[in-house]
């Protein structure tokens, strides 16, 4: 069966990465779930998906992607508008699985795509609530340690089975704990100097969860590539905020998950920006191929500079 799979794998890879993006793309309608329920205290499985008006969506009117083209952004049992990101969200899942599948082996592959998930549902969470949840970050955490004990190749170990992993585990520790405590000791000096608080704490977790998946050098890497990603976009949204008065009030949007969301209040453009997304971000460059440019950095930064 394996070697099916291989002969398949090599003589079609397009099939097997058609399957991963298709696989995103249902991934991303529950992760738009996730995002919707998890910070609000509700349970993601029941009840099922229902329309603005209180109506439940039928199953042909919740495929990923199509039913916000074929329905062109409208419920189709009250007309009410609901959000281009639920689509947005779906096409960016399946885009990224299949990105995953086609550069890691298939175990790895299965492993970055859980990765992935968690990144996509953390940034959006914070992006809305200005929160990353303990179940992604500590959750997270605890489960890259686990998975990298079980797979040594996550890491790149390879050896004798127990050894390797014991290695990979140990590593997934390591990135853990440096990229936590970079984060908390950069967020204690910003709170000196600044006097008032640099990063959430949820940040510091959400950078050990990175590292447990990305080693030390990947949680090093999200942090300051993480700054400078946010140096980009920062940067314009304060420039657009002081251009164009500094405030924004969200109208009303229908949602096609539970019911619509308000805006009550007036925010503050440009005054709270989440620093989790761009962690997400630089996170993701790093596991999506940039590994190998960090890595080498670091080896030859610890060869010229650290080796007697």
Known sequence: MFETFEFINEDFPWFFAGLAAIFGALTGSFLNVCIYRIPAGRSII????????????????????????????????????????????????????????????????????????????????????????DRFSIGGMVIGVVLSFIFPSLHGVEGLPLVSNVQSGVTAIVGALVGAGLVYWIAVLGEIVFRKPAMGEGDVKFVGFIGAFCGWQGAVFSMFGGALVGSVIL????????????????????????????????????????FGPMLAVAGLIYFLGFDVHVDNYFAEFALHFLTP
Not at 79 to 105: H, K, Q
Request: with cysteine.
């Open 46 to 133: 029941f009840p099922g998906s229902t329309c603005a008006c209180g109506r439940p969506i039928p199953f042909y009117h919740n495929i990923p992607i199509f039913t916000w083209l074929i329905l062109r952004g409208r419920a189709s049992c009250c007309g009410a508008p609901f959000s281009f990101r639920y689509p947005a969200i779906e096409l960016l899942t399946a885009v990224l699985f299949c990105w995953v599948w086609m550069i890691y082996p298939p175990v790895i592959a299965l492993i970055g795509m859980l990765f992935v998930a968690f990144l996509i549902c953390a940034t959006f969470i914070d992006l809305d609530h200005m929160i990353i949840p």
């Open 235 to 274: 940067l314009p949204i304060l420039l657009a905020g002081r251009l164009f008065g500094g405030k924004k009030t969200p109208k009303d949007v229908a949602v096609s998950d539970d019911e619509s969301v308000e805006g009550e209040e007036d925010v503050q453009f440009g005054a709270q920006v989440p």
